[in-house]
């Protein structure tokens, strides 16, 4: 079943064209990686998913549903989450605080649990919870970023460069929970940098290149394609 489908998807700031005309699918309990170099429109892709950037042309259905109107809280509730680029979690509140954000679109009597679901995924917040989430490390704010975003229970889940500035233990660690979550069966587009580590993750791969889709395919094949390995992959 496919959970998200895009269909001539445009975008533009101002005059300037960024998304021109993509087309992709994701069907449910996949990981689909999307790779492609700075600028291709990657980051402008997953925000106008998730509705924080609009749409110009072209049509978004979530789970048979024509989502391209919605607001992006109403697109939220129906499921898609999405976790920022760069993290963006609200320095001065509380760890616990930025968990409880994540959570205003859900059932509250549902929530304490899943707090205590998040702090059991990473123990490192339950040691922190208390804390001004701006003292916590890059990585630690990553997971909490990823946290806040899954306090929502989405179905899909946006995630954008979660290896961006990260020690490679910390890269290695934040991938581990992107298995489990495939595992727990949390469908996941995938932005990354890394392409060899996003490609390891994924089922599936999308290359953009300058506001297109260049190449498309399993994961295998992409990191087969000599072009994506000259580019990508640094073969
Ligand atoms: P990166 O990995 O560097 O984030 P990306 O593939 O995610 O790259 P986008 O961030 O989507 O690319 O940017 C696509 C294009 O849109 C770039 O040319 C960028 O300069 C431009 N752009 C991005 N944000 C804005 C903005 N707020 N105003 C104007 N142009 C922008």
Known sequence: MKLLEVKDMRAAYGRIEVLDGVSLDIEAGEIVALIGANGAGKTTLLRTLSGVHPLAAGQIFFDGVDVSAQASHVRLRAGMAQVPEGRQVFGPLSVRDNLLMG?????????PQDIERMLDLFPILRE?????????????????ALGRALMARPRLLLLDEPSMGLAPVIVQEVFRIIRRLRGQ?????????????????ADRAYVMESGRIAFSGDSGSVRGDPQVQKAYLGL
Request: hydrophobic residues 40%; aromatic residues 2%; glycine residues 10%.
């Open 103 to 111: 959570a205003y679109v859900r059932d509250q009597a549902e929530v």
């Open 128 to 144: 922190k919870q208390h804390l001004p989430a701006g003292s916590l490390s890059g990585g630690q704010q990553q997971m909490l």
């Open 185 to 201: 069966g949390t469908t996941i587009l995938l932005v990354e940098q890394n392409a060899h580590l996003a490609l390891t993750v």
